[in-house]
């Protein structure tokens, strides 16, 4: 495969990934906005919300099944698709239903996210083979990266544009990935087995089971405080806003210098360093205000920074026969995770307001209890990591398992 072509497609991936982050911070920026414009409370939002944590998995099983016979340009195209008629239903939602149009150009947009990701991980995976964890970390550099950019334009262009103009802005980078990949040369399957019945077969494993079941804990972990970081934290006397960009920036700077960190403590190692550092993170966000969030968020964010891309990395690694499917299926249950959780912390908000009300607090107090509340429940996911790592790092150490590859870093 040539050089240019490979580099063009990589660039492409990058963008692609950064829209997918947009849609994320863009709308964790405006659900207030939603809130106020379309009459609907916090549960409401949590469905609306869940709409793209449910077409992302969704995406990710078809392209997992369907990546052996279609290829990632086809996958490509369907992201872009997805992608246009997401953002422009939303856009438009209040003439296509309010609460539903919201729901099902939520869907679309979701839908379009997990095709990028079902498309791009298996494709840099088979671009890159000596190096599959490193390159994945780079490109996954771009999705904290998107989260900064959205969450900035949103700080910065929100109150002077209005929701519908920022999600208008995301159809630019959506067009720019398009052009991109137009007339490429895709790569062909190398490392990753392209069979998708020995795919099936080798998902039956107990450990490629486990690290499913982790990924919806750690999806969980991210993007469900992620994505309700205004409701959550936006009484705490730091501008939500900044603090994603903030999160986000760390994330995406630890991404991609990823590969020193990979190579000297293992992806294992990563993995169960990262549950630690995350769970002291988020224990340091309930307890802290004003500028002692944005500290606290920063620890928060080291420790989530290499969960979902070592993750992916580890099935490409260490259970290779399960190919694009696994890669694809291990991000869908992420996101499957996240979907069901939406609602819960909307609801969990909800009810917290209640609580607060009922014990005669006012006005923003009442938001700032029911953000703490919501916090101290999300608190238990990393902190459960701990135990789920742990016995990963046990497991692999007693097994004595190799990766796929020679190297798993440049």
Known sequence: MENASKNKLFFASCIALTVTAMTFSIRAGILGQLNIDFGVNETQLGWINS???????????????????????????????????????TIFAANLGGFWGLIISTFFIGFANG????????????????????????????FPGGIVIGALITHFLGDMLGWQALIGIMI?????????????????????ESDTGEN?????????????????????SELGTQQWVEKILGNQGANPMLILALWAGIMAIGRFFAGPIIHKLNPVGVLFGSAIISTIGIFLLLNSSGTMTYLATAVFAIGLTYFWPTMIGFVGEYLP??????????????????????????????????????????????????????????????????????ILYFYMKSRDFKPNTSSLLD
């Open 172 to 192: 630019i980078p959506t067009l720019i990935y398009a052009f991109l990949i137009f007339g490429q040369t895709f790569p062909e399957a190398q490392d990753l």
């Open 51 to 89: 709409m793209a944590f449910l077409g992302f998995p969704l995406a990710m099983i078809l392209g997992g099944l369907l990546y052996n016979s279609l290829g990632p340009r086809k996958l490509m195209w369907v992201a872009f698709i997805g992608h246009m008629l997401g953002l422009l239903m």
């Open 200 to 220: 099936i077969k080798g998902l039956v494993n107990p450990l490629f089971i486990f690290i499913a079941i982790c990924m919806t804990v750690t999806a969980t």
């Open 321 to 390: 026969r399960t190919g694009a499917l696994g890669m694809s299926l291990v991000g869908g249950a992420g996101m499957f995770g996240v979907s069901i959780w939406n609602p819960v912390i909307g609801n969990w908000l909800d009810t917290a307001k209640e609580t607060a009300m009922a014990n005669g607090l006012t006005g923003d107090d009442i938001d700032f209890f029911a953000g703490q509340q919501t916090l101290d429940n999300l608190a238990w996911f990393p902190a459960a990591l701990i135990i789920l790592f742990g």
């Open 115 to 142: 095709a990028v990701e079902a498309a791009c991980n298996p494709m840099i995976a088979d671009m890159y083979p000596e190096k599959k964890t490193a390159m994945l970390n780079k490109f996954h550099v771009w």
